[in-house]
């Protein structure tokens, strides 16, 4: 079973468009994130929610949209795309407990190019 | 969260050890050292991690030096799977907030 599993694996979309990206983790854990790698292969955490709580916003712009429904669940909304939000976006979540020493385990990514 | 500094790239060859060093002088005392990595077109893969002690597992070994200024990340028989990029990362007691730096890109020939 995939511990973190993210849908769709690839997204094509054009400029002007809203497109969500689906999060799952099957691990019990408490906190799960959004990361985004760019082109220059830089990854930088968005967002962290902890027990459907936001506890990290890394000042990323209003078109984006978390939404945690449960623990267990973390969304990525994206209204009116833009060509620069082609990335590689990566689900994580980690432990019991927001607290270091827990590790924190990534999804397998989904790429998504906007034309 | 502590500034790591890596080795833009290193090369192994297939079987030898792989020793990852890596800089982390501002680190304070409750932050943790972790290791990551990226194979081609995949998600991080957690490596190992520590505070204070060496650790050792499945994966790869941790040696911290003991004032916590400097780690390597030993893997110990490098295969061709283990090119990819290596990242060390330090990350505080707080909210958990893995911070990536450049890494360093492991390759390993045969």
């Known amino acids: 079973d995939t511990a973190v599993s993210q849908t769709p694996k690839y997204l094509v979309t054009q400029m002007g468009n809203d497109k969500s990206i689906k999060c799952e983790q099957n691990l019990g854990h408490d906190t799960m994130y959004w990361y985004k790698q760019d082109s220059k292969k830089f990854l930088k955490i968005m967002f962290s929610y902890n027990n459907k709580e936001l506890i990290i916003n890394e000042t990323v712009p209003n078109r984006f949209s978390p939404k945690s429904p449960d623990k267990a669940h973390l969304n990525l909304h994206i209204n009116s795309l833009e060509l620069g939000d082609s990335a590689v976006y990566f689900c994580?979540?980690?432990?019991?407990?927001?607290?270091?020493?827990?590790?924190?385990?990534f999804g397998e990514g989904s790429w998504l190019t906007v034309v | 969260d502590a500034k790591t500094t890596q080795p833009t790239s290193m090369d192994c060859a297939e079987g030898r050890a792989a020793n990852l060093p890596c800089n982390h002088s501002t680190i304070s005392g409750n932050e943790y050292v972790y290791w990551y990595r990226q194979i081609h077109s995949q998600g991080p893969q957690y490596i190992i991690h520590g505070l204070k002690n060496n650790e050792t597992n499945e994966m790869a070994s941790l040696i911290i030096t003991e004032d916590r200024k400097s780690s390597t990340l030993i893997l110990p028989h490098a295969t061709l799977r283990d090119t990819a990029v290596y990242y060390c990362?330090?990350?505080?007691?707080?909210?958990?907030?893995?911070?990536f730096g450049t890494g360093t890109r492991l390759l390993v020939s045969p």
């Open positions: 990362i330090g990350m505080n007691t707080g909210f958990q907030k893995l911070v």
């Open positions: 994580a979540s980690s432990g019991i407990g927001v607290r270091a020493g827990n590790t924190i385990y």
